[in-house]
């Protein structure tokens, strides 16, 4: 009776194994970049390189540091994505529950409207997106830097159908009691749309930290600069050897990383996973 | 009359409004009715206008200065059709844009596949699979820029991926600067960025599926693959839309892949049409030409929705 | 009455004191504020030696005349010329800015930049000016008898050799530094060491990652073969037999000599001189190379001082050009009046002292021919004669007005011949039709 718990671990771990093999390899790149961010610069490269290092050099977080103003270029990029997540928080509310909870004549043309703007990401719109930011006299500001960006379509879809599912009796029930619509929102729609918004939050934050093509195009003074600016910058500036770059790399990727980590559990419901084992 | 809920009672997932409400409902509709339609327009209004301001003027503009020549330094000038005919002449456009349409395909292609394939692996009865779900889901999270950089060390000569392929006796492949390797490298980056999210995406999907389907179907004496024929495949039809539209959408506008990772080379190999209006705009000040790129790119992403929306609804008719 | 003249003329008197007094105890700068304030904007390129130099004369012009007030901006080497080009279609660009040599077609076609007023600059006339400077440095500046840049840096580039790694292999680093093309590729061949498919020392690098590299690389061996960018209509000519035989010569390195690696460029270091500084490679061309930058990188190189710079190879031996470009000071056309006057006096201070530029940026040389060269603290600086040298016998870059579009087709065509052995002529060919749609779009534009 004693070996049945010892037997059923062991078989547990065999059943795993394969997936587990699959989760090492598939998440390599990411071990890659952490262990080469101790690596001593001169070993990249050579033919045989040792990807475990031998000696840690964690004087590659300070030396990169210490190198390019990169706490200036984190701290944009904070201000920048909170404002984002936040923007997208917001309206992203607002207009999904408008959309979800309200007929109005035109609503179905509006939904559309709205999810047709997921063809017309910065990437098409650039030079006249550029062209209205400058007449607004934003570049080189935080607002230009955020503007464009702090409202998308993917939020309010999904804070859209995330409220689809609250049932309209309370709502319904608040409204006779006399509450006001932005009581009922707070009261009783976000309470049960927390998962949606843990999604949205973590979604829109790495959307925004993410962002280069936006920054550099509207970004042309230094201390305005984000950190994937200035990563990309220091790789081509002199003598900053692979390694410290991996060292800003593994800095950059920790805040997301975080974030998840923080809002984990209400992501798994909102994605529907609270069944899985 | 009032419906309060009571106290612990859990929340029914009704999506339809109940019937006991709309007597309410009707007893106010003067008024009520209005005011509500005018809350409803309230709360939409913040994002149409946004999307008036930064989605739908500058599309305009793009399209009225695809048609112009500017230079950003003198106005605009009319040139009719000339960007676009200028555009049809340039093999490197041409090139560009195919290099776009096999990167979308590719990449969409192979997203679909191997996020459904991992959400199958995920969805057994394993315990810690859901951890390796978790992990798995860190590389959509991973800074691009750092998965750029990253992986432009690994497909190095010298680097892990030639490294790994040498235990297995593959000899040495020159990734990014090979003709025939530089879009699938960049292909395989993106598949891996990507992926695990659509992963998720399936696993919801595949959760919801009624086990009593399945628990027929084994009665039924129905083999494994027919049940995934037959029962996983279309249940997740429009989850498998989603995900190619979606997917297709976000590769669309792919720009720093290539940029970082080959620069759009070997030659011409890698070059897209999101970093070909970059450079056309920003570094040639070529901005009416730039605009017709994007334009291009815009019929593309349309076309692609569009067209799915077709398949999509062929499809359903084929199922039933 | 006298009284109340008395008490005025002593209240007058005590003011006038306590205005001396005020005055008096005022800090210098209270005097100069009687001059109306000037602000400008100033961009450059980022160089780990010349943007600060460039920034410590601008802050000591501004304590001079503490009216005026600059913002000191700079940029990454290849993005400068594009944030200029946007801050001018924007109204954001500077009053005045570092000009790379070869935009300097681009800003006069659109009449962008000011002729400078050469007698505020300290010069009689624009032959005096000339004077000062090599054909080569000035020919871009000058247009329709008048100047419209003042020379900063203008530098050829040198062979530098790893001259331990050539005593290992039984060369002289002296003797047998390569003076023709065949030279070079057969010293590189000596000097390659491959283990499998894999060169775990390559005998020679060029640079394959920037397109401004791949012109600054090419440009000297196609002149030297008797090529040209461009003939006398404008219609590009890099496809000419001698643009082949150019290419041929650049591509023979890797493929003919087999001294080369262009794929491991790509990835490694963007800067490929890192390679060499990190003894991966034992020759490769660069601008002139400080010695900090050594000692930052291989402390045991710059402790053995074992490397040196040498002439460029030529097709005859001795008659090799090195490849130069340099960069002007020059102001917008836009700015108001005072500024540009304003920039001028900046400008002349800011050259003034060629010598405290070597002490700071050595070893990029000035572009000024004398005055400063005999100084003995330039003059025992290791192997400054041949830095000097090869910027004087080098051919500047072409000056098209499609110079991003040009290098971009080039950069594709080397790519190609490179890495994928495609067929010499028929890249070059297509990179030339390339640059002659650029060139007619621009021109119809």
């Known amino acids: ?277 | 009359m009032t419906h309060t809920p009571s106290a612990g009672k859990p929340l029914p997932r009704a999506i339809a409004d109940t019937a006991a409400a709309a007597p309410a409902r009707r007893a106010l509709r003067l008024g009520y009715g209005n005011r509500l339609r005018l809350c409803g327009i309230a709360f939409v209004l913040p994002a149409m206008l946004f999307f008036l301001v930064f989605k739908y003027g500058p599309m305009l503009w793009a399209i009225g200065l695809s048609f112009t020549s500017y230079d950003m330094v003198s106005a605009p000038r009319f040139i009719g059709f000339g960007n676009y005919e200028s555009l049809v002449g340039d093999p490197v456009f041409r090139e560009t844009l195919v290099n776009t349409l096999v990167y979308i395909g590719g990449s969409t292609a192979l997203i679909t596949v191997l996020g459904l394939a991992l959400a199958l692996a995920i969805n057994t009865r394993v315990p810690g699979a859901r951890h390796c779900m978790t992990i798995m889901f860190l590389t959509n999270l991973m800074p691009i820029i750092a998965v750029c950089l990253v992986w432009r060390f690994l497909f190095h000569p010298y680097g892990l991926v030639n490294q790994l392929l040498r235990h297995i006796g593959i000899g040495r492949i020159d990734w990014l600067t090979g003709a025939e390797t530089a879009m699938p490298a960049i292909i395989i980056v993106t598949v891996w960025r990507f992926a695990p999210y659509f992963m998720v995406v399936f696993l919801a999907g595949l959760l919801a599926i009624p086990a009593e389907y399945y628990e027929a179907a084994q009665i039924d004496g129905a083999s494994a693959l027919r049940r995934f024929w037959h029962i996983t495949l279309p249940q997740l039809s429009p989850i498998i839309y989603f995900v190619i539209v979606v997917s297709g959408l976000l590769c669309a506008r792919i720009f720093l892949m290539p940029y970082i990772i080959t620069g759009g080379g070997p030659g011409n190999a890698t070059r897209v049409l999101s970093m070909l209006v970059y450079e056309t705009g920003f570094s040639y000040l070529k901005m009416g030409r730039a605009a017709a790129i994007s334009v291009v790119l815009f019929a593309i992403s349309l076309a692609f929705t569009v067209g799915q929306m077709r398949l999509f609804a062929k499809s359903e008719e084929n199922f039933r | 009455m006298s009284t109340r003249k008395a008490i005025s003329r002593r209240r007058a008197v005590l003011q006038g004191i306590g205005a001396t007094a005020v005055a008096l105890s005022l800090p210098r700068r209270g005097y100069a504020q009687a001059k109306a304030p000037v602000h400008l904007g100033f961009w450059t390129f980022d160089n780990p030696q010349q943007r600060p130099w460039l920034q410590k004369r601008i802050r000591l012009y501004t304590e001079k005349n503490p009216n005026v007030t600059v913002d000191f901006q700079w940029f990454p080497f290849g993005d400068l010329g594009k944030k200029i080009s946007v801050g001018y279609a924007t109204g954001t660009a500077p009053e005045g800015f570092v000009s790379q040599d070869w935009f300097m077609p681009l800003w006069l076609d659109k009449d962008l930049i000011v002729p400078l007023d050469l007698g505020r600059l300290g010069y009689s006339s624009l032959a005096a000016f000339q004077d000062d400077f090599a054909p080569a440095f000035v020919s871009g500046a000058i247009k329709d008898g008048k100047a419209y840049g003042y020379p900063l840096w203008f530098y050829g580039y040198c062979n530098y050799l790893n001259t331990k790694q050539f005593k290992e292999v039984g060369l002289d680093p002296e003797k047998d530094a390569p003076q023709t093309w065949d030279q070079l590729g057969e010293t590189a061949q000596k000097l390659t060491i491959r283990k499998g498919d894999k060169f775990s020392r390559q005998g020679f690098k060029f640079a394959m990652h920037a397109a401004a590299w791949t012109v600054i690389q090419f440009n000297p061996i196609l002149i030297g073969a008797g090529g040209a960018w461009f003939d006398s209509s404008g219609k590009c000519a890099v496809n000419s037999e001698a643009g082949v035989k150019a290419m041929t010569t650049r591509a023979s390195i890797a493929l003919k000599y087999h001294a080369e690696d262009p794929t491991d460029s790509i990835a490694t270091n963007p800067l490929p001189q890192l390679d060499w500084l990190k003894e991966r490679c034992s020759m490769f061309m660069q601008p002139p190379l400080p010695p900090v930058l050594v000692e930052h990188e291989n402390p045991a190189m710059a402790k053995g001082h074992y490397y040196r710079p040498a002439q460029y190879p030529g097709y005859v031996a001795g008659k090799g050009n090195s490849s130069t470009y340099g960069f002007n000071l020059v102001i917008n056309a836009r700015a108001a009046k005072e500024k540009q006057e304003v920039l001028h006096d900046l400008y002349r201070f800011v050259l003034s002292d060629p010598v405290d530029a070597w002490k700071s940026a050595a070893p990029f040389p000035l572009a000024l021919k004398g005055g400063w060269t005999e100084d003995p603290l330039v003059k025992k600086f290791p192997h400054v004669e041949e830095i000097l040298k090869a910027r004087d016998n080098g051919v500047p870059l072409p000056r098209s007005l499609v110079y991003n579009e040009m290098a971009d087709s080039m950069h594709r065509a080397v790519q190609r011949i490179l890495l994928e052995k495609a067929d010499i002529k028929a890249s070059l060919d297509t990179a030339a039709a390339e640059i002659d749609r650029a060139t007619a779009a621009y021109r119809k534009a």
């Not at chain 1, 408008?98 to 047709?116: E, N, Q, T, W, Y």
């Not at chain 1, 935080?142 to 879809?157: C, E, K, M, R, S």
């Not at chain 1, 593994?250 to 909102?270: W, Y």
Request: with cysteine; charged share 15%.
């Open chain 1, 1 to 277: 009776m004693s070996r049945r718990p010892a037997l059923a671990l062991l078989r547990g771990c065999l059943e795993l194994a394969p997936l587990a093999a699959l989760t090492f390899l598939f998440i390599l790149p990411i071990l890659w970049m952490t262990t080469t961010s101790f690596q001593a610069g001169d070993k990249m490269f050579q033919l045989d390189t040792e990807w475990i290092p031998s000696v840690w050099h964690p004087e590659n977080y300070s030396n990169a540091l210490a190198a390019a103003p990169f706490a200036r270029y984190f701290l944009n990029s904070t201000i920048v994505s909170a404002a984002i997540m936040a923007g997208n928080l917001v309206f992203g509310t607002l207009a999904g529950y408008g959309l979800a909870k309200f007929r109005f004549p035109g609503d179905r043309i509006v939904l559309l409207v709205i999810l047709a703007t997921l063809m017309l990401p910065l990437e098409v719109t650039l030079v006249p997106t550029f062209l209205v930011v400058h007449q607004l006299g934003w570049l080189n500001t935080y607002q230009g830097l955020a503007g464009p960006l702090v409202i998308d379509a993917f939020g309010i879809f999904l804070m859209r159908q995330s409220m689809l599912a609250v049932p309209s009796d309370y709502i319904e029930a608040a409204r006779i009691d006399g509450a006001g619509e932005l009581r009922i929102l707070w009261k009783i729609m976000l309470p049960q749309c927390r998962p949606a918004l843990a999604i949205l939050a973590v979604f829109a934050f790495r959307d925004s930290w993410d962002q280069y093509l936006w920054p550099l195009t509207v970004v042309s003074v230094d201390r305005l600069r984000t950190y994937p600016l200035g990563l990309v910058q220091f790789g081509q500036d002199y003598g900053n050897p692979p390694t410290e770059q991996m060292a800003v790399a593994v800095m950059a990727t920790i805040p997301v990383f975080l974030l998840f980590a923080v809002l984990q559990r209400a992501i798994r419901r909102g994605f529907g996973l609270s069944g899985l084992k």
